[in-house]
């Protein structure tokens, strides 16, 4: 600008920055009960030669460091990215080795975002000696707006270092910065926007859901939980929309919101199987499917008999280890009553369906876990049944562990018939 706006030569431009000193000078000492700081801004730094930036800066200095008790804040700015970041880096490692009275300074950047590069360009400033950085919230300003403090200051955090400033209930800043700006940011603005801590990709949320539970078995504080650089919960985002489900999605995701959401843990021949469910669910409205949706598609195909199958009750009994067993139940609209006997509860009553139908009907696969803990506790088995070689997984829940296998049983007997 020194040609094109001032139409001065070098000494003019100085000229004007040691005039503009003295005459703060002369407002500050003329108000000495006031607690002054200063700051100089050499305008169109990056395209200025750096030892001519240098002189000038240091002839503003010279002028006022003795007039506050605050450092003097040279603030370099990138007015117009016009370069790779790292070179932006260089210029700062030379003012700071440069520069005279350096003590005396605070070095600071003021990168605007012209190549999309700002906040690179920050972090090469910073470990190149520069003491503070002028940037915006979600990188607000002219053209391309300024660097971006909310990204500095959380790439920071994810590295250890307290860039001291809360961003502990992120999402209320941001709808206070959309209010007052009247724009909005971006969804995939990093660490702000609505979908940063989301993963639509099967493999992305298998690598989650194994993520949260590998760190609730080990109780390690530390944040490794893959895909996502940040605990959304220090930002005061919940876990509620980091799997979200829709035709890219795959077992891991859906079998994640139901644990989450609902308490299930599905053995992993169930995940395949419910993710198929709702992968057709997905193909066929080709919408993004939410967790009551999921769980909806899950009690319709796994936890809610059909044909009018259920349970009633059932009597159980032991001797020379040899369980005895008698279930009431509806079968197709009529109450039967299924004796059985076996090596366990569970065993009878397969066999007494097998000899009450006349087929053969085997358990292929079986897994139970706990919902809840305490008096309300439930209990869910999973139980899938073998016919001629087709198999059908059931579902069921109780707070009684047999009677939750028994539904389960009726529920895939009722698919599998």
């Given at each position: 600008?020194?040609k ?64 506050s ?15 790779t ?23 600071s ?24 950085v ?11 707006g300024n ?7 959380l ?6 270092i ?16 959309e209010?007052?700006?009247q ?26 859901k ?46 994640f919101?139901?644990e ?16 198929q ?58 109450e ?21 139908l ?5 358990i ?13 506790a ?18 069921g ?10 539904e ?10």
């Open positions: 600008q020194r094109v706006v001032f139409n001065q030569d070098k000494e003019g431009i100085k000229e004007i920055a040691i005039n503009g000193a003295l005459k703060i000078k002369e407002l500050a000492l003329a108000n000495p009960d006031t607690d002054w700081s200063f700051e100089y801004s050499p305008e169109s730094f990056t395209g200025t030669e750096l030892d001519y930036a240098a002189e000038v800066c240091d002839a503003v200095v010279s002028i006022l460091k003795d007039v008790k605050h450092k003097i804040i040279i603030n370099l700015p990138a007015t117009v990215e016009m370069s970041p790292n070179i932006y880096g260089d210029q700062i490692e030379w003012m700071d080795k440069n520069l005279k009275n350096r003590k005396d300074i605070c070095l950047l003021h990168p605007h975002n012209d190549r999309g590069t700002a906040v690179a360009a920050s972090e090469f400033g910073l470990m190149a000696g520069a003491d503070r002028e940037g915006t919230l979600f990188g607000n300003g002219e053209r391309t660097v971006d403090i909310v990204t500095i200051a790439n920071m955090l994810t590295q250890g307290d860039p001291q400033l809360d961003f502990s209930n992120i999402n209320s800043v941001m709808r206070e910065v209010y007052c700006n724009l909005p940011v971006h969804p995939r603005h990093p660490y702000a926007g609505d979908l940063v801590f989301t993963a639509f990709s099967g493999s992305h949320q298998d690598a989650i194994k993520g949260f539970q590998a760190m609730k078995q080990s109780n390690d504080p530390e944040w490794a939980v893959p895909y996502l650089p940040i605990d959304p919960a220090d930002l005061g985002r919940s876990y509620e929309a980091v799997v979200r489900i829709n035709s890219q999605s795959g077992k891991g995701g859906v079998a919101l139901l989450k959401d609902h308490g299930v843990s599905l053995p992993r021949r169930l995940q395949i199987s419910m993710s469910k709702i992968q057709k669910v997905a193909d066929e409205t080709g919408k993004e499917i939410s967790s009551p949706e999921i769980w909806d598609i899950f009690e319709t195909n796994f936890l809610k008999p059909k044909n009018n199958f259920a349970y009633q009750s059932h009597r159980s009994s032991t001797k020379d280890d040899v369980n005895e067993l008698e279930v009431k139940m509806v079968m197709n609209s009529k039967v009553t299924v004796s059985g006997t076996g090596n366990g509860p569970i065993d009878s009553f397969v066999n007494g369906l097998s000899k009450e006349g087929i053969n009907i085997k292929s696969d079986y897994h139970q876990s706990a919902i809840s803990s305490g008096s309300d439930q209990a869910a088995a999973y139980i899938e049944l073998e016919k001629d070689g087709q198999t059908r997984w059931g579902v829940i109780n707070p009684n562990t047999t009677r939750a296998s028994f389960a049983i009726i529920v895939g007997l009722s698919k599998i018939l």
